[in-house]
């Protein structure tokens, strides 16, 4: 089957009755799109998706469509074609990330039979969000989908899967998480980029394959987090946060898991962070200690100590993060770098604020919304240290 004339899309009819659409993250080439090795040797059909300028897959593609609504219909028509009317066939829309928001959109509004949506940002405005971080798109200025409006019509089976170390997810995915066709399930110690937890744990290609055969793969997953729907509300700012409940629940309740007891600190940390440094301090350690992976709690301590203008504390904690993160590889890297070489430029370390820019920031793109903070920072530093030299 031909690729509709366009770098970003790529159809693989392999005579199934089955299809799963494989949509890619952000910044994958031109011409080259995630998944493809991933499923090697599995029963399918495969159409693999990519989006210019890490649209987010809103802003129409090349070759299906100049909105969101063309793209959808034209996906409709090819899997339509691959399935050739098998009674029993089934497409599965996939994707993690800015995929994930992809497989979210296209497969709820084609009604697929699955669809697998990993660390979802359904807000792309919202002020750091990773769409607003790394995206050239102003999303202010398109149309954007009401997903509310398109899972309430949609007759596909949802699963939510996000990290719990990434509050900024599953804020915006608990909104859906009442509706009947969806089911959340989250993955301690995971941040940002589910799909490489996916794959050291289940297998992305196992998941897929027992998907299509009807399977739940992600009962096996062992987050707890979605257990607890009220405390998840509040931490994910859903429902407005009762310190006291909080409080409370901690220390009476023995049913609450280490990984969500984590959680729940980090949260109060944050809370206190505002009004009582002393107290955020013993919040966050404490969620070090129910959960020492618990990196979001060593970047809460690096922002007190950098406020107190303790250069030791401050690198220490926010390299601890650096390094969880490098060990998990499920969360991204380059908001932290900035962090520190920010901090150390507040700190007056000049010279080291500038060798972390050089050696980790140095690829930011210049018009995403990080590069402008690199390159403003840049400036800052420069012109302070022409100041420190007059």
Not at 62 to 70: A, R, V
Not at 176 to 190: K, T
Not at 314 to 340: C, H, M, P, R, V
Request: glycine content about 6%.
């Amino acid at each position: 089957m031909n690729n509709l004339g366009s770098d970003f899309i790529k159809v693989i009819d392999n005579f199934s009755r089955d299809t799963i659409v494989y949509f890619s993250s952000v910044n994958v080439p031109k011409g080259k799109f995630n998944g493809t090795s991933v499923v090697k040797g599995l029963n399918a059909n495969f159409i693999f998706v990519n989006c210019d300028s890490n649209s987010w897959y809103v802003a129409g593609i090349p070759g299906l469509g100049n909105n969101f609504w063309q793209v959808a219909e034209t996906l409709q028509k090819l899997t339509d074609n691959l399935n050739r009317n098998h009674e029993q066939s089934r497409t599965l829309y996939f994707g993690g990330s800015m995929g994930g928001y992809g497989a979210l959109l296209y497969g709820c509004l084609n009604n697929a039979d699955n669809v697998i949506a990993t660390g979802v940002e359904i807000n792309l405005s919202k002020e750091h969000g990773y769409a607003a971080t790394l995206s050239t798109i102003n999303f202010k200025s398109i149309e954007l989908p009401d997903f509310q409006s398109i899972l309430n019509k949609s007759r596909a089976s949802v699963d939510l899967i996000f990290g719990e170390n990434s509050p900024e997810d599953f804020y915006d995915i608990s909104m859906l998480s009442s509706l009947d066709n969806v089911s959340l399930y989250s993955i301690p110690n995971c941040g940002h980029k589910v799909p490489l937890s996916l794959e050291k744990s289940l297998g992305v290609k196992h998941i897929l394959e027992q998907t299509l055969l009807g399977q739940k793969p992600f009962r096996s997953i062992n987050g707890k987090l979605c257990n607890y729907p009220f405390i998840l509300k509040m931490l994910s700012g859903l429902v407005e946060l009762d310190c006291n409940y909080f409080l409370a629940a901690l220390e009476n309740r023995n049913d609450i898991d280490s990984s969500v007891k984590a959680l729940m600190h980090e949260k109060l940390g944050d809370f206190f962070h505002k009004e009582n440094l002393s107290q955020a301090i013993h919040h966050y350690k404490l969620a070090i200690h129910f959960n020492p992976f618990s990196y979001n709690s060593y970047i809460g301590l690096s922002q007190i100590y950098l406020k107190e203008r303790s250069i030791i504390n401050f690198k220490s904690n926010l390299e601890a993060a650096i390094s969880l993160i490098k060990i998990n590889k499920t969360d991204s890297i380059e908001y932290l770098y900035y962090l520190l070489a920010k901090g150390l430029y507040e700190l007056n370390e000049f010279d080291h604020a500038r060798q972390i820019i050089s050696n980790s920031l140095e690829l930011i793109a210049e018009n995403s919304q990080l590069g402008r903070l690199v390159n403003s920072l840049k400036i800052e530093i420069s012109n302070k240290t022409i100041t420190k030299n007059e």
